[in-house]
């Protein structure tokens, strides 16, 4: 969850630090830091509470010398934001920045405590610092007792470390959190993500799960899990730092729900490069698979929800799909045949990286679905599929989850053509109604002033349901966490047809009730629904279509009015108007939109 950097330079590294920390802010805001070894080769840190702005403000007033140093953007774990609490720690004369946690923390403590070193914090980072100072005080070279650190830790991380009179050495690994190497002219980075690296190189080495590496100006030295050398890979990656920016937008929130029509069209020019033809690799045979697992978290959950549909109606093959932080421990069994999908906006998220590990061994095919095709599921994967969203900067997905509706659509497509379920004119049929979408989401994105009117009206409200039948249940899913995640307003979403089994027992006029409805086969009972819910006096917002609101107008608080769209792809559609309810929402009551509160966008923690 928090964002890391490191550098070995030419110039005073503070100041590029916290440049590289603005681009990895979404992974964590609660306090930030960062350490240098100063012109007198000694250690020095700052840190401060909240945001980086906060940590960059100290700095103007109280700076920090050196060319070697590391930071860190936090998202608490283990003890509460406070500067105290706020990485780099340090311990004597070694300091670490840590994404992760370390489960055998407690005992390292009691440990360590026996030999008479005190904590100072709440963290479990505080420990590593601890230990390897214990280490350095055995006479050990710093090097050696950074390893002989990673070998007592349990659990995930990412670490670098940096030691007192050493200005041209750091020591990063990785266990269960990504950490990137980037190449310089004479100077090396280290970073949680590829992107905070992006404006200083293009020269990307990933570290593999177990890796540690001994770092200087002029050498990389990896080894692996197992202390033997290893080669990774340097690659040449391109990155849009542009993404980075708001573009004049008042949120990156804002800027990634304008850009939804531009990359959906981007993801369909990619993988409809013929005519009729979705180009998916050749090894992605349906007609060999008998059933689909399909894992994931948070809104790619719902994204998979939805997919669910689509495969077993237009397929024909099973699909159960799983929360990936409860998957593995339930210990499902994966039958031959199983085609095992995993879908995750980073490619990083902690809980759908174990799952995948689970079904690595079991499964005919692990096939992925992510935003960054050089993250650790996709590299993990048999095959691993772009979603081609572009950076996603914003907490709550957006143009990832629409994206991640596409592709998976495509997939389904093929999966019923290679499966004989549809002929070549009905898959082109549905390809022709998916080239549609772009423009489509384009007219739903004109009915931004509209919905921000209704939403600062439902920004009164403290609770919410939304209700949707068949393939829009996710969709009401989707619509509930989005508005509870940057509202703050509680929002639960239900399956339409269980109003009675339970939660019609909230509904009163103080609690509005979002529909989302198009005007499809399932229209009317949704509408009987809605009766139930306006019988006992509550409000109902209904997202609908024009067929469907002049049939279902009578009764209802609100109506906002989406563009008629194929049935079978309306998820992709609604899933705009439920972003900018959310969003306006939010506005409405002065919530940070980009940063909300106990959030952080790459989940790399169980």
Known sequence: MCGIVGILGQHEAAPIIVEALKRLEYRGYDSA?????????????????????????LLVHDPLQGRAGIGHTRWATHGAPSVGNAHPHQAGPVAVVHNGIIENFRD??????????????ETDTETVALLTQSFLDQGLAPRDAAEQTIARLEGAYALCFLFDGEDDLMVAARKGSPLALGHGDGEIYVG???LALAPLTNQITYLEEGDWAILTRTSVEIRDANGKRANRPVKTISIDTSSVSKAGYKHFMAKEIAEQPTVMGEALTHYLSEPGRIAL???????KIDRIT?????????????AKYWFEQLARLPVEVDVASEYRYREPPVTPGTCALFVS??????????????????ADTVLSVVNVP???????SDIALPILAGTEIGVASTKAFTNQLTVLALLALQAARQRGQIDAETLSRYLDDLATLPGLLNLALGQSDAIASIAAKLAEAQDVLFLGRGQMYPLALEGALKLKEIS?????????????????????????????APRDALFDKTVSNMAEVMARGGKVLLITDARGAKEAADGTWQIITMPQVPTLFAPILYAVPAQLLAYHAAIAKGTDVDQPRNLAKSVTVE
């Not at 403590?109 to 030999?115: D, G």
């Not at 050089?374 to 993990?380: G, V």
Request: aromatic share 6%; hydrophobic share 40%.
């Open 374 to 380: 050089e993250s650790s599921i996709a590299r993990e």
């Open 294 to 306: 399909m894992v994931a978290c948070g809104t790619a959950y719902y994204a998979c929800l939805t």
């Open 33 to 57: 830091g960062v350490a240098t070894i100063n012109d007198a080769r000694q250690l020095d840190r700052r840190r401060a509470l909240g945001k980086l702005v906060n940590l960059a403000d």
């Open 281 to 287: 690799p050749e090894a992605l045979d349906f007609a």
């Open 108 to 121: 390292l403590r009691a440990e360590l405590a026996a030999q008479g070193y005190e904590v100072q914090t």
């Open 488 to 516: 703050y307003i509680h929002a639960e979403g239900y399956a339409s047809g269980e109003l009675k089994h339970g939660p019609i027992a909230l509904v009163d006029k103080k609690v509005p009730v979002v529909v989302m």
């Open 192 to 194: 949680s993500d590829a």
């Open 345 to 362: 906006q980073s490619g990083e998220t902690a809980d759908t990286l174990a799952a995948l590990r689970y079904c690595r061994d079991k």
